[in-house]
């Protein structure tokens, strides 16, 4: 047992890292922020991305792909709305977008951090009001708590708040999660609990209620619907929060709606016929090629890329280790040198695009070079589960820049699938009982089929097969859920601070989890091991080298066939709004213009 000097020391370790992570462990705060000091200061008036002047009123029109069938974003099965998280549901705290990883109160008009890290108690502002007129109380944001981490939620919830031990009510306004263990991350992502109404859904299940309007704190409601096809939120004349310094030059539309499309090409007419405000553009080709004509040339629709500071993550084609046939690592590898993205990006992306070598692309999480003395403490002890490439250069994408070429490569992946096992015979590639090396890729968009084609041809010339089929999105997102594929396409998008997300993206316990963000299928306690020194780190330096172990991990399992990143926001809209100088940090290019743009009168109704 410690004595009482090491305890002390435990303390006074323990009393210095909260105060590092911007916070006086006993007192209540207005704002956390993850190993920094807050940005804004109590009593602050706005955030400086914001226009506290800008005019409210008016609509915008948004498009989406696909279909809806459900109003609770929460739930494991079917097709959310779109806006419903942005519009209607609030959460206890909000993070600032030009910041790392902050929380400033929303419901909660504060946060007192315990003096041993072991809970958080969030108390809820008096006026904080349902758009049933209810109070919000802490009972409430324990049901949603509830809910959220119950089999019939999705279980990236249950994942990310796992180290919450329990939840307290202890009194109306006040509730306290208390923690298994330290995890400096935890109190931050409890801050983005999503509050709704125990009465929502009447006592039934939780995934049976998808068609019933939610009751929540958000500044809109929905005013109509057309199932499937499009849904108008309008702003409560009763929203409770206007005023607060975290929502003061926010949400100035009188009415947000969607309309969907069935795919991005009949969405990108439909936009050039002015049929919706505001479009986010993925595609290379279509933002090249399509965005051009009269109304462009007249000023009546505008084109921007917008700067932004955002982690890419990382973007693949990913290989679903629950299929034997991706087991073998040198399988995966040869998998990975038969694309050719530099000829790709001249000849059908316009040299748009940059190639993703991390899960944490364009960020300092990710790995360079050979392991540094503070990675190699985490490495070392894992070594026997270890690749020995993971203690050598971090692994990068195959090139074809001369004198590199895709003919080399692909005789690099002959080698490797020959020492997997794997000859070409009677036309095929074929293993030792002469089954031929032939899978399946599903997408949700058109847009791939321009990568999956070079890509396909290319396998063929190692006598791999590859079909790639396009789903609608309820099938994708059901075979998604049920881990029914051999390849898909799957971003793992990451932040300024990765933590807890890690678990349900990488760890073991989410692979057999129906739904979870484990698409690749890990199971791997050296990954687990690295996600828990991630999640765990007390400072920045540790969490740094944390992060680049897990990514030289990964990178070297080769689980998917890496794509690219774009480093700005391409966007088009009408020319009718106005927009705040100062541009975020950290933002979707969406969720910033939805937040702060506004109808300008000015530019209303001009030809």
């Known amino acids: 047992m410690p004595d009482r000097s090491s305890l002390r020391r435990i303390a006074r370790a323990i009393l210095l890292a909260l105060f590092a992570a911007g916070v006086d462990p006993a007192a209540a705060a207005h704002a956390l922020a993850l190993r920094a000091q807050p940005k804004y200061p109590p009593g602050f008036a706005h955030f400086g991305y914001v226009d506290p002047a800008a005019p409210r009123g008016g609509e915008i029109v948004l498009a989406e792909i696909g279909s809806y069938d459900k109003l609770n974003p929460y739930s494991l099965k079917g097709l959310v709305a779109a806006g419903l998280g942005d519009l209607v549901f ?88 208390e923690f298994k263990r ?33 009751i929540a704190s958000g500044p809109y409601a929905i005013e109509r619907m057309d199932l499937g096809k499009s849904i108008t939120y309008r702003k409560r004349t009763d929203y409770w929060g206007a005023a607060l310094p975290v929502r003061r030059g926010q949400f100035n539309f009188e009415r947000v709606a969607y309309r969907y499309y069935r795919d991005e090409l009949i969405r990108l007419e439909a936009f050039k016929a002015g049929e919706f405000d505001f479009v986010r553009e993925n595609s290379s080709k279509n933002w090249a090629r399509g965005y051009k004509g ?34 073998d690592k040198r399988v995966r590898q040869a998998l990975g040198l038969a694309l050719d993205f530099e000829w790709m990006n001249r000849q059908l992306f316009y040299d748009q695009y940059r190639r993703s070598p991390s899960y944490f692309t364009n960020s300092e999480m990710a790995a360079a070079g050979r392991p540094d003395a503070e990675e190699l403490k985490l490495l070392e002890p894992l070594r026997s589960r270890l690749d020995p490439g993971v203690f050598d250069e971090a692994p990068l994408p195959p090139v074809t820049t001369p004198p590199h070429s895709l003919r080399e490569n692909l005789r ?86 990765p933590g807890n997300e890690l678990w349900g993206r ?102």
């Open 412 to 497: 690099q992946a002959r080698s490797l699938l020959e020492a997997a096992g794997w000859s070409y015979r009677d036309g095929a590639l074929r293993d030792a009982a002469g089954k031929p090396f032939e899978f399946e890729c599903i997408t949700y968009t058109r847009v791939f089929e321009r990568v999956l084609a070079p890509y396909a041809k290319a396998l063929a010339k190692l006598g791999i097969t590859l079909r790639y089929r396009v789903v609608d999105a309820a099938l994708y997102q059901q075979r998604m859920d049920t881990f029914d594929y051999d390849m898909t396409t799957v971003v793992f998008a990451s932040s300024q601070s």
């Open 506 to 607: 990488f760890g073991s316990q989410a692979a057999d989890e129906p739904g979870s963000d484990n698409a690749i299928g890990i199971k791997d306690a050296a990954v687990d091991a690295l996600v828990e020194a991630v999640v765990s780190a007390e400072s920045r330096i540790a969490q740094v080298a944390a992060a680049r172990a897990l990514d030289r991990v990964l990178r070297a399992g080769y689980y998917l066939v890496p794509h690219f990143h774009n480093t700005t926001h391409r966007i088009g809209y009408k020319n009718r709004f106005g927009m705040p100088t100062t541009l975020p940090l950290y933002y979707a290019s969406e969720d910033w213009m939805l937040k702060t743009w506004w109808v300008d009168p000015a530019r209303e109704g001009r030809p």
């Open 294 to 327: 009269p109304k462009f040339s007249r000023g009546e629709l505008i084109t921007r890329e917008l700067p932004h500071a955002n982690p890419a993550g990382m973007q693949g084609f990913v290989m679903n280790l629950r299929r034997p046939l991706f087991r």
């Open 90 to 177: 609030e959460t206890l705290a909000l993070s600032s977008q030009d910041e790392p990883s902050s929380n400033y109160g929303l419901l909660a008009e504060d946060m007192t951090l315990a003096a041993d890290g072991l809970s958080i108690t969030f108390r809820l502002h008096a006026a904080a009001r349902f758009s049933n007129g209810d109070p919000v109380t802490a009972a409430d944001v324990r049901h949603s708590y509830d809910m959220l981490t119950g089999k019939q939620a999705n279980p990236l919830y249950r994942n990310y708040w796992g180290d919450v031990n329990r939840v307290r009510v202890l009194d109306a306004r006040s509730v306290r999660f």
């Open 182 to 214: 330290r995890n400096p991350e935890l109190p931050i992502i409890l801050g983005q609990l999503p509050v709704f109404s125990a009465k929502w859904g009447g006592g039934k299940p939780f995934d049976k209620f998808g068609l019933e309007p939610p």
